[in-house]
């Protein structure tokens, strides 16, 4: 499939229909997603009456930005009149009244909406795994994960089933995901995008962002959907800089931090060297290697699965059986949200809940959230102050290659996947994944793909995205495709 | 004398008045078909978003700067977080930490004019849940009952929770402070204070200590009541249980108390086991409010002249009843009408009895208020300035205000048009004497045989023929003379 960039053009120039690409796309979805499994609601109807209407606005002179690119949508976000699950038994039969801020942008743009896809349970997990609906191979080694928990939006991109995948980052949720499918995956300055319509999981932390073959196509999709959006208050009321004509071919002035304590010798000799490649690669475009230190970076992890879990505890409170999604019956109203809740949501989720039930208890409230907003405050000061020193800072996106299916079994080590992308997250930065290069994992057959994370100062998106473009033009690391394409 | 004084807080909800609810644009309506006025927001469908409504939090402002409150430059907003069916989240927005008004006191009176104060501990903003119908058990109760009905119509809509320090010394002093909030808020127009819509609901928290002691006794939560009437019963009814059981040798427990208004008595409400936990935390959905400070200024700077202040002017300043005070507080249309009376009469008291008097009087009868008739307030002036004049008298004032009512003009082109001014003219009048006398000669006769008594039937005669403008004081005097 051809990028959203190709298509779009393809489309607004006339030279094929939005009816066509789409037609297309949902054959080739059909042929492959068997394998993938990157989608839980597959939308052929929703998508041919778009292309129709797209396809109209063409003939009456309109140029749409995203001229009948298919696009995927996570199932955290709402559109009218389909299944919005969140990956949850719960909300498996809930069909969204209303279409959320960002979809609807895209919509408004010319974007097809393919279908629906596969996710971590209320997006909380590194692997896709966490799906109670089923069940995404990643495109790239059938055995391994998709990662998460935007992973069966990842699939759907990689397995070339859309071209643009719409997927929310939390704590690395894009980033990770995309490394693991030798994606593009972008995470906004929260704020940029509005939230309205994507089912919270930890509302001061979800941003949505897009996953793509290309820095061009992500920087396409974020310009659709970037700006104030009145139905969010956290929506920043901001002058959004467009990025697509920001791309550049050189790092010439660019100065890239390296973050000391973010010591890549931990993941092994081939990871390292992996590394050590892609800054080199940064220095050869003219960039500016230097170091930054992030003290407080190490606790991360330990703030993030306090903040997350505690406002998850509140927001997945609504679940409980009266209004809408699943119900099971009970003696009275307190054992029905008990027997709903128990029913209706799958380990992980329960987890989170109780984590985060207990910290922000009564007793427990300064020792444990107050004590992380601190720490999440401090964080934020460190990256200002390494970004006095950098433009842009670089890092691993995850801590390894998309693992096999199971691998990873004690929540921890799973948690320890984000260790490099849930700072960014905390200070509420933009930050992305660009592919950069692959490696064949310990008991692996198969090279699989890496990210390379880049992270900037509140708002300089387009100062981001123009890096990476550079970065991906002069490395091509893409351009190896995904077993299941072919 | 009872040996125990009572102490009493008081929390009250108010709903406040705006075009759409807290934090979204449905309407905010009284009544309706269940579930017609909601949307993805106050229904908290997946994804959906509160946006905070601007004027709800100005609303807080006019009613905090009212009682003198503090407006803290920085508010927010935070997470109630408890089960519940009514509350769509399952967590109520409000404000825990940092209200958006903090202090502040309500000065009240009561019905002898006595002047008290109760301190506000804050007044915050938060949303109000919906409402749940229990079928099937036949009185509306949950036991029994197959199956419950939520509409969720007013979830979200905008309610300041008032509360009190416990300040309040009496069930008439609740009354009193209540009513206060409610003359202010409506005022204000911030709320419309209507307890049969549940726009105004309050619990009171009541103890009783010996006379004297600075110690606070046990206080027991008494809920359920839905008019200020029941809120005086109620807590005259929990002060008399708990000096009867402390009397008696009992202890009073700490705990939440229905009342009943058809008995007359407050009843232990089953209690949760154990206390809640709400885990408040700072809803990340919405932004602090950071208010501006000119914003605040400009506010304060357009409050009315607010109830007490104009009690404090009638009563105190004027020389009005507090229950004629009190009548105009409550009628603000009428009290515009009666200041601008005095402002062009610059005579209170004749002001007070016309608009008090004679013009309630003819307002009842005809069912048109005061200041939509058509007896101006200048026009009621220049009555007030003719009678003062003693251009005319009292007599022809009323028939003049009758036909001022009916819109026959300002009372001076009808006095000048039909020569009702008074007459102070001896000459004039003493004819108009003497033609009297001449007409009533058994009269004189038997004023002369020293029925003196008859003197007053004779000065009607005189006052009659004269069409009601002789000087009435010189018509006793020149009659006496005439017949002495
Ligand atoms: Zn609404």
Known sequence: MRTAAQIARDVNAKTESAREVTDATLAHVDAVDGQIGAYLTRLHDLARAQAARVDERVRNGERLPLAGVPIAVKDNMCLAGTRTTCGSKILEHWVAPYTATAVQRILDAGGIPIGKTNMDEFAMGSSCENSALGTTHNPFDLTRVPGGSSGGSAAAAAAHEAAIALGSDTGGSIREPAAFCNLVGFKPTYGRISRYGLIAFASSLDQIGPLTRTVEDAALAYDVMAGKDPMDSTSIDRAVEPTATALRTDLAGVRVGIVKEFVTETLGPDIAALYARAYADLEKLGAQLVEVSLPTAEYGLATYYLIAPAECSSNLARFDGVRYGLRVDGADVGQMYEATRAAGFGAEVKRRILIGTYALSSGYYDAYYVKAQKARTLIGDDFKRAFATCDLIASPAASSPAFAFNAKSDPYSMYMMDYYTIPMSLAGLPALSVPCGYVTPAGGEAPMPMGLQLAAPLFEEAKLLGAAHAYEQATQHALKAAVAVA | ?484
């Open chain 2, 1 to 484: 004398m009872s040996a125990f004084e009572a102490v009493i807080g008081i929390e009250c909800h108010v709903e406040l008045k705006t075009k759409s609810k807290m934090f979204c644009a449905c309407p905010n309506e009284f009544g309706g078909e269940p579930n017609t006025k909601v949307c993805p927001v106050c229904l908290a469908l997946p994804g959906a978003l509160p946006v905070v409504n601007r004027e709800a939090v100005l609303h807080m402002v006019r009613a905090g700067l009212a009682f003198g409150t503090e407006i803290p430059a920085f508010s927010k907003f935070d997470r109630k977080n408890y089960f519940y069916p009514d509350m769509p989240k399952d967590y109520q927005i409000s404000q825990f930490d940092m209200p958006l008004t903090q202090g502040g006191v309500v000065r009240y009176w009561l019905e002898d004019g006595t002047i008290k104060e109760c301190r506000l501990t804050r007044i915050h903003l938060e949303e109000d849940t919906g409402k749940s119908t229990h079928a099937g058990s036949g009185d509306g109760r949950i036991a029994g009952s197959s199956h419950s009905l939520i509409d969720f119509n007013r979830a979200g809509v905008p309610l300041m929770e008032c509360v009190s320090e416990p300040d309040i010394r009496s069930a008439d002093e609740a009354v009193g402070y209540l009513d206060a909030l409610k003359r202010t808020f409506v005022q204000l127009g911030v709320s419309d204070v209507k307890m049969e819509e549940g726009s105004l609901r309050c619990d009171a928290n009541v103890s009783i200590r010996p006379v004297g002691a600075s110690e606070y006794g046990t206080k027991t939560e008494i809920k359920n009541m839905n008019s200020f009437r029941s809120v005086h019963r109620a807590i005259e009814s929990e002060i008399a249980r708990q000096t009867a059981l402390i009397e008696s040798g009992g202890r009073v427990t700490q705990e939440t108390r229905g009342w009943d208004e058809g008995a007359g008595t407050t009843h232990p409400m089953r209690s949760k086991e154990e206390a809640h936990d709400y885990r408040y935390f700072p809803d990340p959905d919405l932004l602090p409010i950071e208010l501006d400070r000119s914003v605040v200024d400009r506010i304060g700077s357009e409050l009315p002249e607010l109830p007490l202040a104009r009690f404090e002017r009638y009563h105190g300043g004027f020389g009005l009843t507090p229950s004629q005070a009190t009548q105009l507080v409550d009628n603000a249309p009428l009290a515009t009408y009666f200041d601008a009376v005095v402002a062009a009469s610059k005579h209170a008291a004749q002001s007070t009895n016309f608009v008090l008097g004679d013009l309630s009087r003819l307002a009842n009868e005809t069912g048109v208020a005061i200041y939509e008739s058509p007896v101006a307030p200048a026009a009621l002036a220049e009555l007030i300035a003719l009678v003062e004049s003693q251009t005319i008298n009292s007599k022809i004032a009323k028939d003049l205000l009758e036909r001022m009512w009916k819109g026959e003009g300002s009372p001076k082109t009808i006095v000048e048009r039909e020569g009702l001014a008074q007459t102070s003219d001896a000459g004039e009048i003493a004819t108009f004497v003497d033609e009297v006398l001449a007409a009533n000669e058994k009269a004189v006769a038997d004023y002369k045989s020293g029925k003196t008594n008859i003197l007053g039937f004779l000065t009607g005669q005189v006052m009659k023929h004269s069409r009601g403008k002789a000087n009435p004081a010189l018509v006793g005097a020149l009659l006496k003379q005439k017949l002495d």
